[in-house]
């Protein structure tokens, strides 16, 4: 993996800062093959305890990906048992069309300053994807969903959010993002850019 994958802003901006026992986190994972226009996905998910998130870790379930299967990252995370959601972003627009001036102002009028400080974009090969470390009680991540559906302006024909993956996560009940480039649907591995969010 590359200093860039997602897997590093997660451990070293997140995982690394805490203290005490790591196998009181535990991280939520998903290998899953994509059916287009289906409510449902082919995916098995699995877990891993805090001292088990590590790099060679996830390069081992990178190698274990079967023809077509993609590795994916949920937003659910349990911390001493209770269950919390990092807040995602699947945006609908490739990285050529971002534009700071336009796209950020129209993020920040709906989500809140707490996840926006903190969130970090990210090249998915095909659009961008974004992670925040702000977490979320599961009632608060619905709310942030049903905000990123609301920050695409009526009639506009320019759509930054990806409707229909926060409709399948709303269904499946926690976010995902893809960390592997595994089938002929990518372009490449999520890659990070930029911080969102200006000095």
Known sequence: ???????????????????????????????????????????????????????????????????????????????????????????????????????????????????IKQLALFNSGRSLHAYSLELLSNQEWIDFMGRLLLVDLVNSPYKLIDSRWVGHRLIGRYSSLRWSNNSDKYLSEPVRIKQVYPA
């Open 1 to 115: 993996m590359l200093e860039s994958h997602p897997f590093f802003f997660i451990y070293h901006d997140f995982l690394a800062k805490k203290k005490g026992n790591l196998d009181n986190y535990i991280f939520h994972f998903s290998r899953y093959t994509y059916i287009p226009d289906s409510i449902e996905d082919k995916r098995f998910c699995f877990t891993l305890k805090g001292s088990e998130f590590t790099e060679e870790r996830i390069n081992l379930e990178l190698s274990k990906l079967e023809e077509g299967e993609e590795l994916a990252f949920h937003s659910k995370i349990e911390i001493n048992k209770r269950i919390y959601h990092f807040p995602f972003v699947d945006f609908s627009i490739p990285i050529n069309d971002w534009s700071f001036e336009r796209d950020f102002i129209r993020l920040k009028r709906l989500i809140p300053d707490s996840i």
